[in-house]
Structures are given as C-alpha cells and as structure tokens.
C-alpha cells in the first residue's frame, strides 16, 4: 500500500516558539465584503493542531464574509456597554411609550452605567455580572427587572455582532430580593368600607368624589381616569372608553400616553356611576367650568397622576379630624378613622368586589374590566377574592350599589 503525501495546504503553517511548543496558525480568505467589494481575511494563532485549524476555517467560512466583517469592525471600534445602550435605546423608542423609556434611562443613569459603563461590551465576564446581579438583589425588590435591562442590551450586541457569547448565559439569577416586598394583600376595601370613603370623599370635593368613584367604579388606572375626556363617556350606552393615560416623558414632563400594553377598553357604567357623572356634569356647566376633561387644573390641564395621592392623603386627614372632634363630643360611641389604602387599592378593591359573591364572573372578565393583558395577571395579583359570583359584570358592578 502506497501512502500518498498530504497536499501541501498553503493557508495553514506551522510555527516555532522560542521555548520549543509548536503551533500552527491559519491565514484565511473568507470572500468578498458584500458592503465594501474589498476582500475579507483572517488570521487566527496558537491553533494546536492542524485538524484544529482545519476547523477553525470551516466556522469561519461558514459565518460568511458580511458576519466576519462586522466583527473586525467591532474589535477595531471596542464598543463599550454605554454605545450598546445608546444604539438599543434608539431602537425602543420605536417600541415602548415615553414613559418606559424614562423608566429605563433612569436605570441605566442608578444602576447600569456606574457598573458598566466604560466596559466593553465583549469583555463582560459572567462573574461581573453575577456580582451585580447578587448586589441588585440585596439591595431591591424588582432587581430582576433591572437585571433584564442589562441583558436586553447585551443581547442586542450580540445581534449587531459586537459580542459573541451572552455571560447571563453563565449567570444563576437569585429567586428572590433580600429586601422584603410592600404587603398589598389588604390594599383593598370591603364593601362597607368603600361606601364609607365615598360617603366622606363627597363631603370633601364634587371633582374628588366623582374622580374616587369613576375609578372604583371601572377599575381604570389612576392616570387613566384623569385622561379621560367628557367624550370618551357615553351616556346613552352607559360605557366609558379607556383609551390614554396622563404620564411623565423621558424629560420628566406630563404627557398623555397610550394605556399600558395598548389595550384600549370600554366598561359598562354602573347605573351609581352614570346618576354621579350625569350631576358632576351639570355641577361643572352650573359654575362655569367647560372644560373637555372632567378632571383637570384650575387652568384647564391634565393633572398629574401624582395628584390622586395627594387628595387621598388629604381625605384622610379630613376623616381623623372629623372622628377626633365625633370622640370628643361622643366618648362611649367613638368612630375609627379610615383604613388607609393607596389609590391603585381603589381598582384593586373593584376586582375584588366583582368576585364577591358570585358564579359567572371569570378571570376573563377581570382582564377585561382592568385591561389586563393576559387573565393570568387578575389571578396573579388578586388571589384573596372570595367565591360568590354574579350573573354578569354591569349587574355585578350595579348590585354593589356604591
């Protein structure tokens, strides 16, 4: 048997260190740039073996000269972590509402940049990222979210070629904060309670009350309700259409918004709500006041969404006074001032109360009331509700008679 001897291969040699150890190393032609027309070449050392480098060819042909071009780029440019995030925030603004975004550039100000910023976005190692993810977790109860942010943006590098691996890939995320989370368990009324706080949240103010009542009574989100315009409530039909929210932009000025996730929904007006509506209506055109929001400033703007806790705080303190001077006068028959519960406790307290004492309400309802996303989210967030049930969400909303 004849061995014949191996074809020279003119792109793989082999070298000499000064310490014996032999290498071998690949000069490569990998094709034409399809953006440039210039040609694209390799070179890759240290390869240990021939069938190594053999290899090590085969990959790189097979990502192709456009890939293997960008990521000579790369290299040459050394993208740090701060132009991975400038690039990819760019991208979302096409994506998210201005709101997001302001969220999200004030986790990179607080905790990304500080961290990562002058880092190279290939030289991330997963042991710098499970520090920081490990810090995140002592120190804040929604530190997965800010995790994310940081491998969103990696993971965008990875799509523009200017990293290889993912270091997350390398990283155990920890289950839970250090921190304890806020107990919403109880940020709801019952149903005596909340008719209670409207009985004293109508003493207070008309625009309160009937903005107090228009949330309990659809559920919608705080800045939902102050975004709403006397067109979006039909009184015929006795439905409300939810469609915007009152935010805060990236430049921290008030904007009206889309709802989160998109979802625009109409709810049945309770007859309660509509006899409320149809007199605030007429309060509003009895002093003059013309505006097309129901709820607004003195110079006819959006309120901010910040203002319902300013009014709830001071309803409070208007109903221990109130029950200070009753005890005073009536010591044997003293009054408790109101439980305090936030003002997102007021949408809470609505999907809490549909499920009071009824057989046809379902989490697709909820969602559907709420705007929910997925059914998931109303079973996730509202898991103490009892199991009485009505025939339907208007009669639902109508029998609570508040």
């Known amino acids: ?157 990875i799509f523009r070629h200017w990293c290889d691996k993912d270091p997350f890939d390398f990283v155990i995320m920890p289950k839970k904060s250090a921190i304890a989370s806020r107990d919403n368990t109880l940020n709801f009324y019952e149903l005596d309670e909340l008719k209670r706080f409207l009985d004293v949240t109508k003493k207070f103010s008309p625009m309160t009350y009937t903005y107090f009542l228009t949330v309990a009574s659809l559920g919608c989100r705080r800045g939902e309700a102050f975004a709403l315009n006397w067109s979006d409530i039909d009184f015929d039909k006795r439905t409300v259409k939810i469609e915007r929210t009152v935010a805060i932009d990236e430049n921290d000025k008030k904007t009206i918004d889309d709802v989160k996730n998109g979802i625009h929904h ?76 936030t003002p997102h406790g007021l949408r809470h307290t609505l999907a809490t109360l549909l499920y009071d004492g009824t057989n046809g309400i379902t989490p697709k309802d909820i969602q559907f009331v709420l705007g929910h996303k997925t059914p998931r989210t109303a079973m996730r967030i509202y898991t103490h509700v009892t199991e009485k049930q009505k025939k339907g969400i208007k009669s639902s909303i109508n029998n609570l008679n508040f």
């Open 266 to 341: 109409t709810v049945p007006m309770s007859d309660h709500l509509y006899t409320a509506l149809k007199e605030y209506q007429n309060y509003c055109h009895k002093i003059g006041d013309n505006c097309p929001m129901p709820f607004h400033t003195k110079k006819g703007d959006y309120m901010w969404s910040s203002q319902s806790d300013t009014w709830i705080r001071a309803i409070y303190r208007y109903d221990a006074n109130q029950c200070k001077e009753w005890n005073d006068k009536h010591p044997q028959d003293e009054k408790k001032p109101l439980r305090k519960i």
């Open 1 to 157: 048997m004849i061995i014949m001897p191996r074809k020279k291969d003119p792109e793989i040699t082999e070298y000499k260190l000064k310490n014996g150890k032999k290498f071998f190393r690949l000069r490569t032609y990998i094709g034409i740039s399809p953006e440039t027309g210039k040609a694209i070449k390799v070179t890759r050392s240290k390869l240990k073996s021939r069938k190594e480098a053999e290899e090590v060819r085969r990959e790189l042909k097979a990502q192709g000269p456009g890939t293997i071009r960008k990521k000579l780029e790369t290299k040459q440019k050394k993208i740090t972590v701060r132009d991975a995030y400038n690039a990819w925030l760019e991208v979302m603004r096409n994506d998210v509402r201005s709101s997001t975004i302001r969220r999200i550039k004030e986790t990179w100000k607080n905790q990304i940049e500080p961290e990562f910023g002058n880092t190279y976005i290939s030289n991330i190692s997963p042991d710098h990222v499970q520090k920081y993810v490990n810090n995140l977790a002592s120190k804040y109860v929604a530190y997965k979210i800010m995790a994310n942010q940081l491998h969103r943006i990696i993971k965008y590098a």
